[in-house]
């Protein structure tokens, strides 16, 4: 079965209405992630018709939650926020403008993992993932002795069998995080 249409002529008929002022406000929109840290930088075309934005985040990428407001430039510009959000395999950021009429534009939806460090110990050896962040990893006895430090990104095996028996301190961290483990 074939479906033809023709088109002969335009009437006043409207399908759609469209604002193209609200739809050409994003230039730009970046999420980048240092340490723990997440970084939002956007950028937007002068529009004098923005009153603000809402910066939202999800955990799932459907349900999102509002982060902050932050005031609209009407020569538009460039803009930044940063979160420092709980962890989750990954986090989804959109920005939402609101215009002085109440309608509203969202930005595309960009995600990032963001995972902690995977830290167990197995036969002898300390196992780190890092996912995808540099870590110090720090090994020191009760008495503060150091026996380790190294700096990791990548999966890594240390070999803790040249120990004392005894107890010892794990110490996982970035600019932002510790983690202790005994």
């Known amino acids: 079965m074939f479906v033809t249409t023709l088109l002969y002529g335009f009437s006043d008929f409207t399908i759609a209405k469209c604002n193209s002022t609200k739809l050409q406000i994003w230039k730009s929109f970046d999420v980048t992630r240092e340490f723990d840290i997440v970084s939002l930088a956007w950028e937007t075309y002068p529009n004098e018709n923005i009153a603000y934005f809402i910066i939202e985040s999800s955990t799932d990428g459907i349900n999102f939650d509002s982060l902050t407001k932050i005031p609209a430039r009407k020569s538009g510009g460039y803009f930044q926020y ?77 070999d803790i069998s040249y120990l004392e028996e005894g107890l010892f301190f794990v110490l996982v961290n970035n600019k932002r995080q510790l983690t202790i483990y005994r």
């Open 82 to 158: 940063y979160d420092s959000p709980q962890p989750a395999d990954s986090i989804s950021y959109r920005i939402t403008a609101f215009f002085i009429d109440n309608d509203y534009n969202s930005s595309e939806i960009k995600s990032i993992p963001f995972r902690f460090p995977i830290v167990f110990f197995e036969n002898s050896k300390l196992i780190i993932m890092p996912q995808n962040i540099i870590y110090n990893i720090t090994i020191s006895d009760i008495l503060g002795r150091l026996w380790l430090h190294r700096l990791i990104d990548t999966y890594t095996e240390i």
